[in-house]
């Protein structure tokens, strides 16, 4: 088994890089730092086969951190965490100190190949422009094919109905091709969908695009997901720049105080809206239907009724939900 060290400054991308190596079936995060004075104390008891490094420790500067560890553990891999406006200001420092380079937003699929390419020795670079670059220049064999399906199924004698038919089948299977390449780029090394991910990285893209003024149906259409979807991270955004916590909300029932998590604050609204589980975990929260029931008999407990109805009303009669909200989703 691969061990890894976490430093970064940042709790959540600690948080977020340790659960993806952790999900691997070839690498261990062992100990997490938030210091280059921590980092250094373990690394003189204990030296891990990788080193995740951030570039914004604040007790020192971490070009000298990583000179100092290349004449003291020769053998230690070294895969720097950085912004790509850092990659690009310290690009050959990064090069001739480090075994590769890795954006802070990574995917986990990508942060797993990083560990892997640097173990085997070579050097892994994670370069955005790039990237794109070799994407736009080269097809995909699944492009090529498809393209090749088209052509063939489209013929010269066809009559315009059937062409126009034809082309729906084609787009809606391309569509579908897209849905599940998504997926796949969310999907954990076992099969399963990884919805803690799956979360951060739907809310990260809605928040960016709803700050750079895009409406809630540009937004569902840009990346293939339900307009509920949007709505439900629409209100969490406006919830948070109003200065509440979107995360827990505490209320007031005949004298008691009810903690709401996030996930029930959501699926309370959507329960309102008269969204089904199936429809819930599928099409708006993506998460499984038992998490959706778990969530839901968790509200009729805590709010001490016997439906979902009872459940609406009484949400109703303490002003945590309004008629307004429920409008938006529907």
């Known amino acids: 088994m691969i ?7 940042s709790k959540k991308l600690n948080d977020d ?15 997490v730092f938030y210091t280059l004075k921590e980092c250094r104390q373990k ?25 100092e560890l290349r004449e003291t553990y020769p053998g230690l891999k070294i895969l720097a965490v950085a912004s790509f406006d850092e990659y690009a200001v310290f690009k050959n420092t990064l090069n001739s100190l480090t075994s590769g380079y890795i954006s802070r937003d990574a995917l986990p699929k990508v942060i797993v190949s990083a560990v892997d390419t640097v173990m085997k020795g070579a050097f892994f670079r994670y370069d955005k422009i790039e ?5 736009d220049q080269s097809e995909p064999e699944w492009q090529q094919t498809t393209i090749q399906q088209m052509i063939q199924k489209v013929k010269t004698d066809d009559n315009p109905h059937a062409i126009i038919e034809k082309m729906s089948q084609m787009i809606h299977s391309i569509d579908n091709e897209r849905t599940m390449m998504v997926k796949s780029l ?3 090394d ?17 928040e960016n695009m709803l700050i750079q003024g895009c409406t809630n149906w540009e937004i569902a259409d840009t990346l293939n997901i339900n307009i509920e979807t949007v709505r439900v991270y629409r209100m969490e955004l406006i919830m948070k720049l109003s200065g509440k916590n979107s995360m ?4 007031k029932k005949d004298g008691k105080s009810i903690k709401l998590a996030r ?22 929260l993506y998460v499984d239907k038992e998490t959706v029931k778990t969530v839901r008999k968790n509200l009729i407990q805590k709010f001490e009724v016997k439906n979902a109805m009872s459940l609406v009303i009484s949400a109703m009669r303490m002003g945590l939900l309004k008629i307004e909200d429920i409008d938006d989703l529907l």
Request: charged residues 25%.
């Open 263 to 284: 996930r029930e604050i959501q699926l309370l609204r959507l329960i309102a809206a008269g969204y089904t589980s199936r429809e819930i975990a599928d099409n708006i």
């Open 190 to 206: 076992k099969g399963a969908i990884d919805h803690e991910y799956m979360d951060r990285y739907l809310m990260q893209l809605i």
């Open 17 to 31: 890089f340790c659960s993806s190596i952790d999900k691997s079936n070839f690498a261990k995060v062992t100990d």
């Open 131 to 135: 990237v794109s670059i070799e994407k």
């Open 248 to 251: 827990l909300l505490a209320v």
């Open 186 to 188: 969310l999907t954990t």
């Open 43 to 67: 690394l003189s008891v204990r030296l891990p086969h990788v080193l995740l490094l951030g570039l914004d420790l604040s007790d020192g500067y971490w070009a000298d951190f990583c000179e």
């Open 3 to 9: 061990q890894v060290y976490v430093a970064i400054k």
